[in-house]
């Protein structure tokens, strides 16, 4: 099983930008799909970004679409989220996820593998 560890979390002012880190391993994560979601408090677990395990496709929840960019570097073991335009309402702990290749989706239960996540706060 892939280990994942999350990285680049902090405080931000509204508008600045943040890019996180997924580390994996275990092992390579050239073999599985990987996506990002957040939960802020109070909130159900909430889809971010995925993107396939060759990196050919990607996937945006509507609300980060246009200012969140997820990549991957299969060579690095890392996966990648740059997040731009950050607002209030993106204040939440991130988590990285690992998941088939057999399963390209953006339900939680797509992934079987979660990082411990890192904490974003976006400040207005």
């Known amino acids: 099983q892939v280990q994942l560890v999350e990285s680049g979390g902090g405080l931000v002012q509204a508008g600045g930008s943040r890019r996180l880190s997924c580390a994996a391993s275990g092992r390579t994560i050239s073999s599985y799909n990987m996506g990002w979601f957040r939960q802020a408090p109070g909130k159900e677990r909430e889809f971010v970004a995925a993107i396939s395990w060759t990196g050919g496709s990607t996937y945006y929840a509507n609300s980060v679409k246009g200012r969140f960019t997820i990549s991957r570097d299969n060579a690095k073991n890392t996966m990648y989220l740059q997040m731009n335009d950050l607002k209030p309402e993106d204040t939440a702990i991130y988590c990285c996820?690992?998941?088939?290749?057999?399963?390209?989706?953006?339900?939680?239960?797509?992934?079987?593998?979660w990082g411990q996540g890192t904490q974003v706060t976006v400040s207005s």
């Open positions: 996820a690992a998941g088939p290749t057999s399963r390209w989706g953006y339900r939680p239960s797509d992934f079987g593998s």
